[in-house]
Structure formats: structure tokens, C-alpha cells
């Protein structure tokens, strides 16, 4: 079995399929519940609260790492508008770039992903 290749900066541009997302009534509900979000378009679920889109899920061809060595450390999002229910939109994600820094407990490896989006 091929090892996978360590985040090195090879993976820069490496990027998923383009993915159909369809943004649903009820798991913007259960999301809006789940990050505490109170905004009454949420609750109802006509409008996606902002991380909504972490929910989606894409993989890119050859990057695997040890999800229990992770950190997630930041996250962005920028919108032309809000996310909808019935709203359908394609995604790809891609890794934007790659760097270690060393820290108190050793060399530490960042690993930027970026997502976009279009309906």
C-alpha cells in the first residue's frame, strides 16, 4: 500500500471534484440549533447562519493526515449573499498553501484549505 505524501508544499493547487451541494430546509435548522444561532430566518431555516458551508464535505486526491493531530485553527467566509434553502451550490476546495513553523513543542505544519462556491 502507497504511503500518503506528507503535507509538504507539493500539495499547493492540488484540488476536489467540483461537489453539488443542496442547501436544505431542515439541516439549516439543525445547524442554527447546533451553533446556538437564535436568528429567526435560521431557526425556520430559510437562511444558512454563516459557517453553514463547513457542514460540506469534499476530499482532494492524495491528502490524507491524521485527523487527531489536527488543529483547527481559523476559519474566514465571504459572501456575495446569503445561503438559501433550495439554493444548490458547487464547490471545490483546493489547498491554498502549505508552511511549517517551529513552536514550543517542535516544527508545526500549517495546511491552508481554501473553498469555493457558486450557485
Known sequence: MDQPPALSRDL???????????????????????????????????????????????????????????????????????LRAGDRVRCRLRVADVYQRTGRLGEMTFLILAMDGTD
Open 12 to 82: 499547493i493547487g492540488r484540488e476536489s471534484e467540483v461537489v453539488l451541494f443542496e442547501v436544505e430546509r431542515g439541516a439549516i435548522r439543525k445547524f442554527a440549533e447546533a451553533v446556538q444561532d437564535q436568528t429567526p430566518q435560521s431557526l425556520r431555516g430559510d437562511i444558512a447562519p454563516p459557517t453553514f458551508p463547513t457542514t460540506f464535505r469534499m476530499t482532494i486526491p492524495g491528502l490524507t493526515f491524521d485527523l487527531a493531530r489536527v488543529l483547527h485553527g481559523a476559519q474566514e467566509y465571504r459572501y456575495e449573499r446569503p
